[in-house]
């Protein structure tokens, strides 16, 4: 991989450190080309400490190493993005992120809508909101609902109203994260199972 080290005075690279699986950026770091180097080879990610005066291998004191998956080198070829798998927290204040926050999965508009439907069962009046009122009818019926939706999804399938379908599929969708609220879990408890099958 072409590096460009010199276009800085000190030699050093900006390095942004993303978990490859919640897609969280965990912190910035530098490298030199020895600290690069060094990560190459032993696949924990290494920077050179710019207080210290030296290479730092992150988590050489806690643990909490960041072990390497793939290094993307940016188009003016002066910029890293490392994905790691992270040992334990990154900070060293003790949260997943150096921003202060949990390195948790974020799917985007998806999480937004699975704190919508919380907030929905939390605080709204069943007789203003659906997403309260299906609740208020019990699992079955939440249920049921994920049911005929599969169903209209289906049918949808088979004939070529593309719109259509997709509407089914989001209504299908919408009333499956409802359901798994009902049950306790969330999308990411999903992920879980589908990644542990991965081979």
């Not at 730092?56 to 940016?74: A, R």
């Not at 259509?164 to 999308?187: R, T």
Request: net charge negative; glycine share 6%; with cysteine.
């Amino acid at each position: 991989m072409e590096i460009d080290f010199s276009k800085n005075n000190d030699g050093l690279v900006p390095v942004i450190i993303q978990d490859y699986k919640t897609r969280k950026v965990l912190m910035l770091g530098y490298m030199n080309y020895e600290a690069y180097n060094k990560t190459v080879d032993t696949k924990k990610v290494t920077f050179y400490s710019r207080t210290k005066k030296r290479l730092w291998t992150k988590g050489e004191e806690s643990g909490h190493y960041l072990n390497l998956v793939s290094i993307k080198n940016d188009c003016d070829k002066d910029t890293l993005l490392i994905e790691v798998s992270p040992v334990g927290p990154t900070c060293h204040k003790g949260t997943g992120t150096c921003w202060a926050e949990e390195n948790d999965a974020n799917y985007g508009f998806l999480s937004n809508l699975e704190d919508i439907i919380s907030d929905r069962i939390a605080t709204a009046d069943s007789k203003k909101s659906y997403v309260a009122s299906l609740l208020a009818n019990g699992i079955n019926k939440v249920a049921q609902k994920v049911g005929e939706e599969a169903v209209e999804v289906v049918i949808e399938a088979k004939d070529n109203d593309e719109e259509l379908f997709l509407n089914e599929s989001a209504d299908l969708l919408f009333h499956y994260l409802i359901l798994l609220h009902a049950k306790g879990y969330k999308l990411q408890d999903v992920v879980d199972v589908l990644e542990k099958r991965q081979k």
